[in-house]
């Protein structure tokens, strides 16, 4: 593709880049000149025009436009593409529309060529409502950059997609401190206001606790809460948090999993607390809640209502500029509108994740073998590239050592990113962290060690091939010559028994009580196993390079 402004008079055959209007007809963007429209434009005094010259492999915006809407688009979302380069996405289901703002603003940082943008994320949406925006201003894009983008957004579940309403049991923990009429006021205030906001979402508010508000008292309340059938627990407050070292902060500490959301930056909701304990969830409200009108409070508890898991990644960058909601098609647009997003199960492989392992510190490599250079990028990435041209979804990188290195690397490939602080204490807590990020449907996963340069795509969709998610315990490992090796791939139902795993285990030795439920995949080729190891093995790796 070659863009230029063009003298009219060697013109022809070239594609505009904006529709222009003659007195009797309208040449749209996109259109190849022909002789006649070059008369035409003439006869209307216009003597240039900016255009591109098309070339092989170029296609043409409709195109590109269609083939990264089918791949942002997932649950119960359709598409309609203009004649100016703009689809619009729209739910095709009532429900809450989900997307990260951090990948959408990923999307938008790799992408040339095309701009995304959505509503406010997590939000009651109506069957028909445009959801997002997706522009290109080229005529005519080359063919090799649009599969640049969808490479990139192949390590994840789909972008845009819309959530049925789910209805959920909720518990109320008052934290009291004045015992007094004015403190009871203000929680009545603030559980009218959460009631207000978040009643739509089918939630059932009616279980109640309190607790003193010193540490020992909420993180014993917390524990009750948590063994009842709550799947959301709400803190109310009876004073304010005057830092991270303060008193819920502190019960949440000593009680939670993880705290995956604190300290936000907004002025009124600096105390505002969202954490997990097993499957639930635990958001603390911030004291002054009855009084705030905070459109990124309501969007975060929204997103930690309705995630089916939440991790501390999905809130720790800025978001991205919102459309305005309430907007739907136009009759025209309605007429475009093609294609459902859903994903014909029937039809793909399982559902298998990828788990990249890339938290080791390599102390016997003697430097970090994951950032020795092959092909001008990091080791590692080969292993990514692997699991994200595979048939895995999502993908995973547990990262630990120099995590920030690594995350750097990564910054173009929409992956799921997790760091792993404990990876000091063996590949086990990478292992167990991968797992339980894990969405529900997920019936399998493969587990990849950052260190083996040479395992491919078609190797790993030979593992997933060979699976069968129905078929109870499963463990696929593979083989060279009969010896066991990785990667190796899990089936769901021993995601749980990760905690057996001895700190320093090889991924491939463990579980010998389900030897009969193991089946070895081989190769051929005993460099596609091969893993990076020693510095001996990080000089051989460099002069391959």
């Keep these: 593709m ?18 222009i209007n003659l007195p009797n007809r309208v040449l749209p963007k996109g259109k190849k000149l022909d002789a006649q429209d070059i008369e035409d434009l003439k006869k209307a005094a216009i003597r240039r025009i900016f255009g591109a010259e098309e070339e092989i492999h170029d296609v043409s915006f409709q195109i590109a436009l269609r083939q990264l809407c089918a791949k942002l688009c997932g649950e119960d979302t359709a598409y309609a593409i203009d004649d100016n380069g703009i689809a619009k996405i729209v739910a095709a289901k009532d ?22 943008n959505t509503i406010e994320p997590f939000q009651d949406v109506h069957a028909g409502e445009v959801i997002a925006e997706l522009q290109t201003e080229y005529p005519i894009i080359p063919q090799n950059e649009i599969d640049k983008i969808l490479y990139s957004l192949s390590g994840n579940t789909s ?5 049925p309403h789910k209805s959920h049991r909720a518990a109320l923990i008052y934290t009291h401190f004045y015992n007094n009429e004015e403190e009871n006021a203000r929680f009545t205030n603030t559980v009218q206001k959460l009631i207000a906001d978040f ?18 008292g909420i993180a014993d309340t917390l524990s009750y809460a948590v063994n009842q059938p709550n799947d959301l627990i709400f803190i109310v407050p009876g004073v304010r948090s005057g830092s991270k070292y303060d008193v819920i902060r502190s019960a949440l500490v000593s009680f939670v999993d993880e705290i995956v959301c604190s300290n936000i930056p907004q002025i009124g909701i600096s105390d505002f607390i969202i954490a997990t304990k097993r499957d639930k969830k635990i958001i603390c409200l911030p004291y002054d809640y009855a009084e705030i009108e905070s459109t990124l409070l309501q969007r975060l508890i929204l997103q930690a209502i309705v995630s089916e898991k939440l991790l501390s990644f999905e809130f720790k960058h800025p978001h991205s500029p919102a459309l305005a909601s309430g907007m739907t098609l136009s009759i025209r647009e309605q007429a475009r509108l093609s294609g459902n997003g859903s994903h014909d199960k029937s039809k793909n492989s399982p559902d298998v994740a990828a788990i990249v392992l890339a938290a080791g510190s390599s102390r016997r490599a003697g430097g970090n073998k994951l950032l020795a250079e092959l092909d001008g990028e990091p080791m590692f990435l080969k ?30 490939i929409d992956v799921n990113v997790l760091y792993n602080p404990a990876y000091r204490s063996g590949i086990k807590t990478s292992i167990m962290l991968g797992l339980n990020s894990l969405p529900s449907n997920c019936k399998g996963a493969l587990l990849l060690p950052a260190d083996m340069p040479n395992v491919t795509d078609k190797f790993l969709d030979k593992m997933i091939k060979n699976f069968k998610p129905e078929g109870g315990p499963q463990l696929l490992v593979s083989s060279f010559k009969g010896v066991k090796s990785n990667p190796v791939l899990w089936s769901k139902e021993l995601f749980s028994k990760a905690d057996i795993i001895p700190e320093e285990a090889a991924i491939r030795v463990i579980f010998p009580q389900y030897e009969d439920f193991t089946t070895k995949i081989e190769t051929k080729d005993k460099n596609l196993l091969w893993d990076v190891t020693y510095p001996g093995d990080v ?6 390079a």
């Design 2 to 19: 070659k863009c230029a402004e063009y003298n009219i008079n060697k013109a022809q055959g070239v594609r505009l880049f904006n529709a």
């Design 95 to 116: 429900g809450i529309f989900e997307c990260l703002e951090e990948r959408t603003a990923k999307f938008n940082r790799f992408s040339d060529f095309a701009i995304l």
């Design 159 to 163: 972008l845009l997609q819309i959530t």
């Design 199 to 216: 009643g739509n979402l089918s939630i059932d508010f009616s279980t109640e606790y309190a607790s003193a508000h010193h540490i020992q």
């Design 383 to 412: 292993a990514v590239h692997a699991a994200v041209r595979s048939k895995a979804k999502p993908v995973y990188v547990i990262t630990g050592y120099q995590n920030e290195e690594i995350e750097a690397a990564l910054e173009d």
């Design 539 to 544: 000089e051989t790796f460099s002069k391959k």
